[in-house]
Every structure is written in C-alpha cells, then in structure tokens.
C-alpha cells in the first residue's frame, strides 16, 4: 500500500486528512487474508464500522487488532478514561504479534498516545513522556507516512515545559513522515520536504521555548 501524499495548513486540512485517514485504513482492511470485507454492501459497512473502531463488529483477533485503536480513541474523547486505558492495554499486548502487519506502526501509535494522555491526566509526567516517545518507535504505516501522527499529547508536553522530550518526538517522526530522500515519487518527495520544513519550523519554536502555534497541536 503507497503511502498519499498531504501536507496539513488548516483546520479543514485536518478534518479532510482524517476523512482519508479512515479512508485508507479500510483499504487496508480489504487486503485481510481471507476476509469477506468488501464482498457485499453489508460486509463494506461492517468494514468501516470496524474502521471506526466498533468493536462489535469484529469476527476475529485481527479485525479486533484493527478496531482497537480508534475504539480506545473515542473511548478517551467521550471521557470513559477506564475503557480507554483497557483498550489500549490490549492494543499494546497484542500488537508485537504483528510487526509484519500495515497497521502495525497504527497501533503502536494509537496505544501509546491514548496511555500517554491518560498518565498526563493523571499527573504521571514521566510516564507521559516514555509513551509520547513510544508511539513514534516504528517505521510508520501508509497512514503515518502520509499524514502523520498525533502531536496533541507533544503539544500538552510542551506546554509543561518538556521540550527536550518533544524534541526527541519529532526526530523520530521525522524519519517516516518528513524523509523526502527516501521517497521515489516526484510528488511523494515534494509533500515530505513540506513536512521536513514544517518539522523544522516546530523544532525552532520549541528551542526557543514555545509551544508550536498550528492546529494539530491543540
């Protein structure tokens, strides 16, 4: 699966590079060995609904590893803290199972980040910090690399002065989303040396003490 090629600017920039998120995460599911996904029109909105991270729907421990991650995210965002942090716990075990797997790096990020908000919440500052590091520990996934992670836990960090930490984030992020040198395609390079100059742009205002001002941030 190539990753797609988008630089975010806006707030509608992002809510358009989420849409595709989802988007190319059901692609993917349709790849699953074996899987009806995509067979009929029920099973194509059983595959979205699984995308959306309803875990109802799973039929398997690989759809279950697939639904996981935004299952945990809603979770958080509707404040059910304790079912987020059981989701992602179980993101966590499982996903070492499926290194090989497109939505590996998925996982690794989405567990990390959602523990990390909660153990921020939580006053866990060190704790935090080692999950915001953990989430950028893999070599990206199609989605990653096209659209990047989840800088709203950095941004948090940053704003509690823990710009060495974030610092180390964004180098990591770096070598998967903003790594035009080892992208073939003419439009895939010119997309990822945006995302090197906008990393730049962040790396500066952290040295200098600042929290990034960009959407994705908050």
Same mark, same amino acid.
């Given at each position: 699966? *190539?990753?797609?090629?988008?630089?975010?600017?806006?707030?509608?920039?992002?809510?358009?590079? @989420?849409?595709?998120?989802?988007?190319?995460?059901?692609?993917?599911?349709?790849?699953?060995?074996?899987?009806?996904?995509?067979?009929?029109?029920?099973?194509?909105?059983?595959?979205?609904?699984?995308?959306?991270?309803?875990?109802?729907?799973?039929?398997?421990?690989?759809?279950?590893?697939?639904?996981?991650?935004?299952?945990?995210?809603?979770?958080?965002?509707?404040?059910?803290?304790?079912? =987020?942090?059981?989701?992602?716990?179980?993101?966590?075990?499982?996903?070492?199972?499926?290194?090989?797997?497109?939505?590996?790096?998925?996982?690794?990020?989405?567990?990390?980040?959602?523990?990390?908000?909660?153990?921020?919440?939580?006053?866990?500052?060190?704790?935090?910090?080692?999950?915001?590091? =953990?989430?950028?520990?893999?070599?990206?996934?199609? @989605?990653?690399?096209?659209?990047?992670?989840?800088?709203?836990?950095?941004? *948090?960090? =940053?704003?509690?002065?823990?710009?060495?930490?974030?610092?180390?984030?964004? =180098?990591?992020? *770096?070598?998967?989303?903003?790594?035009?040198?080892?992208?073939?395609?003419?439009?895939?390079?010119?997309?990822?040396?945006?995302?090197?100059? @906008?990393?730049?742009?962040?790396?500066? @205002?952290?040295?200098?003490?600042?929290?990034?001002?960009?959407?994705?941030?908050?």
């Amino acid at each position: 699966m *190539k990753p797609l090629s988008v630089c975010y600017q806006t707030t509608t920039d992002i809510k358009h590079g @989420q849409a595709l998120f989802t988007l190319l995460v059901f692609i993917g599911l349709l790849t699953i060995t074996g899987s009806t996904l995509g067979d009929s029109p029920e099973e194509n909105t059983r595959g979205m609904k699984l995308t959306e991270g309803d875990l109802s729907v799973a039929t398997n421990e690989i759809e279950r590893f697939y639904a996981l991650g935004n299952a945990a995210r809603n979770a958080l965002k509707e404040g059910k803290v304790k079912e =987020a942090k059981a989701l992602a716990t179980e993101l966590a075990r499982v996903t070492p199972k499926y290194r090989d797997n497109w939505n590996y790096g998925n996982a690794v990020a989405n567990a990390n980040q959602v523990l990390g908000q909660i153990a921020l919440s939580k006053g866990d500052l060190e704790e935090a910090k080692k999950h915001l590091l =953990a989430s950028a520990n893999s070599k990206g996934s199609p @989605q990653l690399n096209s659209f990047g992670p989840n800088f709203k836990l950095a941004g *948090k960090l =940053a704003e509690k002065g823990e710009y060495r930490t974030v610092l180390q984030f964004l =180098a990591q992020v *770096k070598m998967f989303w903003a790594n035009p040198n080892d992208r073939r395609e003419a439009n895939s390079k010119h997309v990822a040396g945006m995302h090197l100059q @906008q990393l730049d742009s962040w790396r500066k @205002q952290l040295q200098a003490g600042k929290v990034p001002d960009h959407p994705r941030w908050r």
